[in-house]
């Protein structure tokens, strides 16, 4: 079964936590996808900080990539992972360059 957790913002250890618990895996995999902070650095640095006391397998997936380092489609990023968190920031921005 499928699980969609919309939130807004503070996206701190207590969140991740409760985030991981809800998919019902040991270790689970969560990707970070920073496109509404403009991939902010210090926001994925935090993200990072955030996972640390937790087990949890973290990644990112920025969006303001070079298509040849980029060597698996968001798909591919997007279905091996069992959680997703959206940074804050400029959402309608964020939904043209996920809609481009």
């Known amino acids: 079964m499928k699980k969609i957790l919309i939130a807004?913002?503070?996206?701190?250890?207590?969140f991740i936590r409760y985030m991981a618990q809800?998919?019902?895996k040991p270790r689970p995999?969560?990707?970070?996808?920073?496109?509404?902070?403009?991939?902010?650095?210090d926001g994925i640095i935090k993200f990072f900080q955030n996972c640390a006391p937790l087990n949890v397998?973290?990644?990112i997936q920025e969006s303001f990539i070079e298509s040849l380092t980029q060597t698996r489609s968001w798909?591919?990023?997007?279905?091996?992972?069992?959680?997703?968190?959206?940074?804050?920031?400029?959402?309608?921005?964020?939904q043209a360059i996920w809609k481009a």
């Not at 995999?29 to 991939?39: E, H, V």
């Open 75 to 94: 798909e591919d990023v997007f279905l091996s992972v069992d959680a997703i968190v959206c940074s804050g920031g400029n959402t309608l921005n964020q």
């Open 22 to 24: 809800l998919t019902g």
């Open 57 to 59: 397998e973290p990644s």
């Open 29 to 41: 995999k969560i990707c970070y996808l920073p496109t509404a902070s403009a991939d902010d650095k």
């Open 8 to 14: 807004g913002g503070n996206y701190n250890t207590t």
